[in-house]
């Protein structure tokens, strides 16, 4: 019988060279145009990528000497992908903005306030606490939608935390709007923040609009010519829930995706955050384009913006459109955690009793290979496959979430595992181990992040409501005699 072989990295790699780690004995779930599930398999990896994959034997014969970690039993899977998070105002006042308000009041009467007054050091340490609390989540891949006022304060608070990352400046140009601007003073500010943050590093800038009906055509149409000639990508919101769709039946006579086609700014470097109140024309502009969405189920439902009535993200999936994962904000999807929106959105489809059934297979994938080929990274993450870039996430299987093991794409999905990331990789990186993150001192984050947020309400004028009364146990002496 032949001895198993390694898929071995092409060149520099093979045969004996240096590998910086070897991640042993795991079932690699490789999310590879096959499909294959790599049962008790070793990852080499070496310069921030994958250089192969095959028996712990054949790999420590190729590169002996090299650190290991060991996965023995636990299942490896390619880093999550979220394509759109915003890491501003909200992780300072996390779970503080009601439930029981509509999405309209929430963002300007709290929302927008915040953003108004936020520092550097505010933003900075935001983004280091939601990339950190990502991370341990499995999510190795954030797309910052926009950010306001300190663009390269959110990336560096995200480089501090080691997660790779997409970064740029909100921009909108509607006369009287809090922080409008003209349009060619926004991309001016669009084009000096993708500067600063070049490609080759983990963090790097793109063109952020915030959309809805808040920029003009000439804002629109410059934005996707500005990304197409910095060689970036682009995204901005549209549609998450009916105003949109009234706001330019005013403005345009049709409907938003329409008038975007019309404008020429659709294509295969835009991502469209939400894009849920969709008509049949406009799913066919999606399609056509090769436009893609980033979905965010738990937004949706926390805000109430009509999903269940209105979403047909399932439907662009089945029809070949390009479809990724988001988590929106800390007080909309209220946590960075991929796998939570994955099932949210199939349990959200599951419920229409529809055919094709959006199953966990494809679930998976939106979060994986198929949202990082939706954001153009494809070529780069999204998968376990040699060349690629090492961003990799092990997951411990001694959990009783894992017990007994079940088909894993339905495990992935419907079985809540989040909490049993143990390890995870960036860029070849060791970012998490043993389930702390190894990049940044979270105790030290969360008193400086206690602090920050008294005084961001303090400044702001916001007082949070508490649904429920507290007091100290010297005032509440319960079943103690004497």
Known sequence: MNAPRAHPAPGPGRGGSAADLLIVGGD???????????TGATVAVAA??????????????AFPGTPELDADGCVVIPGLINAHQHTTADPLVRSMIPDDIDSQESI??????????VTGDDDELSATLTAA???LRGVTTLLEPGTV?????????LRAAGVRARVGRWGWDVPGAVHALPAAETLALQEETVRALPPGGTVTGWVTLVGHDLASDELFAGAAELAARLGVGLTWHISPGEADVHAYARRSGTRPVLHLRDLGVLGPDLVLGHAVWLDDA?????V???????SCPGAYLRLGQGYARAGRHAELVHRGGRVALGCDSHNAGDAPDLLGAARLLAALERDRDTRPVLGADRAFA????????AVGLGDLVGSIEVGKAADLVVMDTRDPAWIPRGDLATHLVWGAPSHTVRDVLVDGRVVVRDRRITTVDLGALAKEARERSAALLARTGIEVPHRWQTLPAEDHIQGVRG
């Not at 690699?28 to 790599?38: A, D, F, I, L």
């Not at 300007?108 to 915040?114: E, G």
């Not at 006022?149 to 608070?157: D, E, S």
């Open 28 to 38: 690699v779930v490789t999310m590879s145009p096959r499909r294959e599930v790599v």
């Open 366 to 373: 939106l979060a994986t290979i198929d949202g990082a080929a």
């Open 108 to 117: 300007f009467d709290w929302i927008v306030p915040l953003h108004g007054k």
């Open 288 to 294: 056509e384009t090769r436009t893609a969405v980033a």
């Open 282 to 286: 406009e799913l066919d502009a999606l």
């Open 133 to 135: 609390e990502s991370l």
């Open 149 to 157: 006022a300190h663009p390269l304060r959110v990336a560096a608070g």
């Open 48 to 61: 921030g990528r994958i250089a192969a994959i095959g028996p712990a034997s054949v790999l420590r014969e």
